[in-house]
């Protein structure tokens, strides 16, 4: 199924130069990945202290692009400068879905999001990463498939907040979003578990030689 994730090797293309630069820096991988996870916490602080306020809402779009080139860079700095690590795969994991957690969660409290709906779409998207994790448990690949990944959430969240932080009135259309994305999001905790599973298979049909 198609996602926002299948662009992201030309997104790394334009990231290289600067992936670069920062290697000669001297900037890991891990300090990266916990500076996406502090700048998400006081993102989604921002959104829980003024949770009537439009602007925390406006910033949450540009901070969630920001966040998505510097997960991409903490993983091109580890594969691509000799600087993977056993805790750098534990800080990503585990990274990703608090920062998705800092964020989402506090939008709950935001007027126009039904509370319900927010936070069952952020245990779906913790649920979408352990799926994909458990398939390495059993012997397949990381799963990233749709159709609905951490870009894909990212790019729909950002654009409803910017909707709301510009003004647009919320309503019954938030409730219909949101429930879209919940349905999309159980399809994807059910599609990387079928993909991990099917790989397994393959796997054992065709071992290397």
Not at 106 to 129: D, N, Q, S
Not at 132 to 138: A, E, F, K, L, T
Request: proline share 7%.
């Amino acid at each position: 199924m198609a996602s926002i994730y299948d662009l992201k090797p030309k997104f790394q293309n334009l990231l290289r130069p600067a992936v670069r630069a920062l290697a000669t820096a001297g900037v890991t991988p891990n300090q990266v990945t916990v500076t996406a996870l502090l700048l998400s916490a006081a993102t989604g602080a921002l959104i829980a202290f003024f949770p009537t306020e439009r602007w925390p809402l406006i910033l949450l779009g540009p901070w969630l692009l920001v966040r998505m080139a510097l997960n991409a860079i903490d993983g091109m700095l580890a594969r691509e400068h000799g600087q993977k690590s056993p805790l750098g795969a534990i800080l990503n994991e585990l990274g990703d879905v608090a920062a998705d957690s800092a964020l989402y969660l506090p939008l709950a409290l935001v007027p126009g999001f039904r509370p319900p709906l927010v936070v069952v779409a952020v245990l779906l998207a913790a649920l979408t990463e352990i799926a994909g994790v458990v398939c390495v448990q059993i012997g397949a690949s990381r799963r990233y498939d749709g159709p609905f990944g951490k870009s894909d959430r990212a790019f729909v969240f950002g654009v409803l907040g910017l909707l709301l932080g510009t003004g647009v009135p919320g309503g019954t259309w938030m409730s219909i979003v949101l429930g879209i994305m919940i349905l999309l999001l159980a399809l994807t905790v059910g599609n990387r578990a079928h993909r991990g599973l099917a790989e397994l298979r393959d796997s054992s049909k065709n071992p290397s030689p």
